[in-house]
């Protein structure tokens, strides 16, 4: 397999290629990453890869070699494996994998080492802390017994990155568990603790004190009894109706994903087929996973997030300004939620806004939220107090003039901004950052108005602020290098994703909805519904379609962006929303907009809708709806590149899949462009009769020439 030149170019920022792991590989002695050791009659083997012990090709030649020794050796009558460090093995190396798809990489040798282990003569004690995960509760299970810490994590998550296990699990793991189990634990990928997987048979003891004493003593136990071979195990193969209702909810809660089916496809095999048979298929059914645009997609995805925590122009020791305090101007929906983030994370937070009656029904929402957390177990009552406490609000500007960073949040209006801003810097401290929550302004022109625009700084937050992961950091022609660290090092610590984008309206992520808004109503205006539009997105993978998506941010709130940004030169405008706008149908705030709400804000179709917008009957396909809105998106994508706004495609992608719902196993606009091939998107654009990009053109024109 080679990489074509769009895949290298559209991904040079995505790690292929990050593998210190195999540089470690390469130079120095592979049996550092395991050591063995004997103490009286037990071998004990520790595996030393950090962070997460990943179970590299390196690490599993040290297993091998470390096993060879110690069967060999004649004292040793049992062997214990442990993890060093924080966890026992975490999970397979996702960089191997991502070598393989690079065709730089091989399979690890997973089935030889782990047959061996299973095959050793003196009983293997596999001994778990902190997480036994994918690769490493593959390992685990190959052990003929298993003893873990009460706080530990069992679980086989390859399906989060598009795969199955592919060392065996789902062999093993239903020979231990149970076939629903372990179809459940592979289809879905969470783990489980300690006390469940006792109780399904996966493990066999819990140590309460010192885990290797514990391993030890249970050694002794179990030695010069005959051991156990998971892969002989054969009660629990039992054929039961639990996989068909399994398929049915992957079917509905993991729609077009194949792994989580694939997964139960290779359990099933368990009580089908012999053992090594079910390998050699559980082989097949990962590698056909492997090479899917789904698991492509998905690895991509992992590694994007921390492609984009690396700036290119931002060194890593780059200074940061110290942030234990903040203050957030206007306590509305965002700024609420903003001082919630930084609350969660520690940080003390003074809310101010203009009137009492503002920062009560602020104060009120964050109570609200926080007593929801506690309802639903995810806090306990003294922590969501502590939290609350955190945030002080207030009228006046005291103690703004202390604080590290200023934040606000207050109504989309410009001459509105530039009051504020013009206040703030005459009492902000000279180290404070000042940060604006706009989600289009121009923050060069925000800058302008203080007498120090290298402190100003764009941190776009998602609604609802507490929850969504993406920041957009926007760096004015004037921000300094510091706060740019300081604020993707901020949003690191409110455990959010910052990714770091120029200056220019609507700066990534909303400029680029606003060709694929347009799209979804030229769609109606021409004869399809609002629900087939949103249904076709929707079944393609986004969370949430673009017409209710108007609806639940407003009406309004478009027909005011559509005022400031008209489509460019050239390009007729769709009337649709300004059409709602003007019938007074703003979305769920007004019980309707594309469609029409109950009382619980469920939405109902509304034919009302095509008396107002419609101009056409067209049948329109879904196939053309999915292409319209989303080949607009990748466009816009290319412009937005092209103009600088965002510096490497997987900015792009990182933004629309933590901040616009855009499907993980898709890998984000532009990676999904290099899919689906940049010559086809080109070609259809230019049938659609829009202005490609001239970056799209280039790059289709030079992508067709490798192909010929
Ligand atoms: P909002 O209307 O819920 O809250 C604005 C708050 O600012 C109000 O409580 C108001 O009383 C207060 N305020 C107005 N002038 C003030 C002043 N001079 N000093 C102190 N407080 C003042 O607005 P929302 O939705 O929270 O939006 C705030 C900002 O965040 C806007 O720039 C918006 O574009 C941006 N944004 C909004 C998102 C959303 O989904 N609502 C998403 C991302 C960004």
């Known amino acids: 397999m080679t990489l074509d030149w769009t895949t290298s170019f559209l991904s040079d920022a995505f790690i292929l290629r990050p593998a210190h792991k195999s540089v470690k590989l390469e130079t120095t002695d592979m049996e550092t990453f395991v050591t063995y050791s004997v103490q009286g009659d037990i071998g004990?083997?520790?595996?030393?890869?950090?962070?997460?012990?990943?179970?590299?090709?390196?690490?599993?030649?040290?297993?091998?070699?470390?096993?060879?020794?110690?069967?060999?050796?004649?004292d040793v009558r049992a062997i214990v494996v442990m993890g060093s460090g924080r966890t026992f093995v975490a999970g397979a190396d996702?960089?191997?994998?991502?070598?393989?798809?690079?065709?730089?990489?091989?399979?690890?040798?997973?089935?030889?080492?782990?047959?061996?282990?299973?095959?050793?003569?003196?009983?293997?004690?596999?001994?778990?802390?902190?997480?036994?995960?994918?690769?490493?509760?593959?390992?685990?299970?190959?052990?003929?017994?298993?003893?873990?810490?009460?706080?530990?994590?069992?679980?086989?998550?390859?399906?989060?990155?598009?795969?199955?296990?592919?060392?065996?699990?789902?062999q093993r793991l239903p020979r231990l568990a149970g076939v629903a189990e372990a179809a459940e634990m592979c289809a879905f990928g969470d783990s489980i603790p300690t006390d469940v997987a006792k109780d399904w048979g996966i493990l066999d003891w819990i140590v309460k004190g010192d885990l290797r004493e514990g391993a030890i003593e249970f050694a002794h136990e179990v030695m010069g009894q005959p051991v156990w071979k998971t892969r002989d195990r054969d009660d629990k193969l039992i054929p039961t109706e639990a996989l068909a209702a399994l398929r049915a909810q992957c079917k509905r809660s993991r729609r077009n994903l194949i792994a989580p089916l694939a997964a139960i496809d290779a359990v099933e095999l368990a009580i089908t087929t012999s053992f090594d048979e079910g390998l050699r298929r559980e082989a097949e059914i990962f590698e056909r996973c492997l090479f899917s645009d789904q698991c492509k997609a998905l690895i991509y995805a992992f590694f994007?997030?921390?492609?984009?925590?690396?700036?290119?122009?931002?060194?890593?020791?780059?200074?940061?300004?110290?942030?234990?305090?903040?203050?957030?101007?206007?306590?509305?929906?965002?700024?609420?939620?903003?001082?919630?983030?930084?609350?969660?994370?520690?940080?003390?937070?003074?809310?101010?806004?203009?009137?009492?009656?503002?920062?009560?029904?602020?104060?009120?929402?964050?109570?609200?939220?926080?007593?929801?957390?506690?309802?639903?177990?995810?806090?306990?009552?003294?922590?969501?107090e502590e939290r609350i406490a955190r945030i002080s609000p207030q009228l006046g500007w005291e103690g703004f003039d202390q604080v590290d960073i200023i934040i606000e949040a207050v109504f989309e209006s410009m001459a509105l901004k530039k009051q504020v801003f013009a206040e703030i810097d005459?009492?902000?401290?000279?180290?404070?950052?000042?940060?604006?929550?706009?989600?289009?302004?121009?923050?060069d022109a925000i800058a302008a108005v203080t007498s120090r625009p290298e402190m100003v700084i764009g941190t776009h937050f998602f609604s609802p602020a507490n929850v969504m992961r993406l920041v957009e950091i926007v760096r004015?022609?004037?921000?300094?290098?510091?706060?740019?660290?300081?604020?993707m090092a901020l949003a690191k610590t409110l455990k959010k994703v910052g990714v770091v984008v120029r200056n220019g309206f609507g700066f990534v992520g909303n400029?680029?909805?606003?060709?694929?808004?347009?799209?979804?109503?030229?769609?109606?205006?021409?004869?399809?519904?609002?629900?087939?539009?949103?249904?076709?997105?929707?079944?393609?993978?986004?969370?949430?379609?673009?017409?209710?998506?108007?609806?639940?941010?407003?009406?309004?709130?478009?027909?005011?962006?559509?005022?400031?940004?008209?489509?460019?030169?050239?390009?007729?405008?769709?009337?649709?929303?300004?059409?709602?706008?003007?019938?007074?149908?703003?979305?769920?705030?007004?019980?309707?907009?594309?469609?029409?709400?109950?009382?619980?804000?469920?939405?109902?179709?509304?034919?009302?809708?095509?008396?107002?917008?419609?101009?056409d009957t067209r049948s329109i396909s879904d196939e053309e709806i999915v292409e319209r809105c989303i080949y607009a998106l990748i466009n816009e994508g290319f412009k937005v590149l092209e103009e600088g706004i965002a510096s490497r495609a997987v900015d792009i992608d990182v933004i629309y899949l933590t901040g616009y719902g855009f499907p993980a196993y898709r890998g984000g606009p532009m990676f999904y462009a290099d899919l689906v091939g940049l010559k086809k998107i080109h070609a259809r654009v230019v049938e659609f009769g829009w202005t490609p990009a001239a970056l799209l053109i280039s790059a289709s024109r030079l992508a067709a020439n490798e192909r010929t």
């Open 94 to 170: 996702i960089n191997e994998l991502a070598e393989i798809h690079a065709g730089i990489g091989q399979m690890p040798p997973f089935h030889p080492v782990l047959n061996a282990i299973e095959n050793c003569t003196k009983p293997v004690i596999m001994a778990i802390h902190g997480m036994a995960l994918g690769g490493g509760l593959e390992l685990a299970m190959a052990g003929h017994y298993r003893v873990a810490t009460p706080d530990a994590q069992v679980g086989q998550p390859e399906v989060k990155i598009g795969l199955i296990p592919g060392a065996g699990g789902t």
């Open 304 to 384: 994007a997030e921390r492609a984009v925590a690396k700036v290119p122009d931002i060194p890593k020791d780059t200074a940061l300004y110290a942030i234990r305090s903040a203050g957030v101007i206007g306590a509305g929906t965002m700024g609420g939620g903003i001082a919630m983030a930084l609350a969660n994370a520690g940080i003390p937070v003074r809310v101010k806004d203009t009137e009492q009656a503002a920062l009560d029904r602020g104060l009120a929402t964050i109570r609200k939220n926080y007593e929801r957390s506690v309802k639903s177990g995810r806090l306990t009552t003294a922590a969501a």
């Open 476 to 487: 004015g022609k004037a921000t300094e290098k510091p706060v740019i660290a300081t604020a």
């Open 426 to 443: 005459k009492i902000a401290k000279r180290e404070c950052v000042l940060a604006s929550n706009t989600s289009t302004l121009d923050i």
């Open 511 to 615: 400029r680029m909805v606003f060709p694929y808004m347009n799209e979804a109503q030229f769609l109606v205006e021409e004869g399809a519904t609002p629900e087939q539009v949103d249904r076709a997105l929707t079944d393609f993978g986004m969370a949430m379609g673009p017409l209710a998506m108007a609806d639940m941010s407003g009406i309004d709130v478009f027909w005011r962006i559509e005022q400031e940004f008209p489509p460019r030169t050239g390009t007729k405008a769709p009337e649709a929303i300004a059409k709602l706008y003007a019938a007074g149908r703003y979305g769920q705030k007004t019980g309707a907009g594309f469609y029409r709400y109950d009382e619980n804000r469920k939405p109902v179709p509304d034919p009302d809708v095509f008396k107002l917008v419609q101009k």
């Open 44 to 74: 004990v083997i520790t595996i030393d890869n950090p962070p997460v012990n990943a179970l590299s090709s390196a690490v599993l030649e040290g297993l091998r070699t470390a096993f060879d020794a110690l069967e060999k050796h004649t």
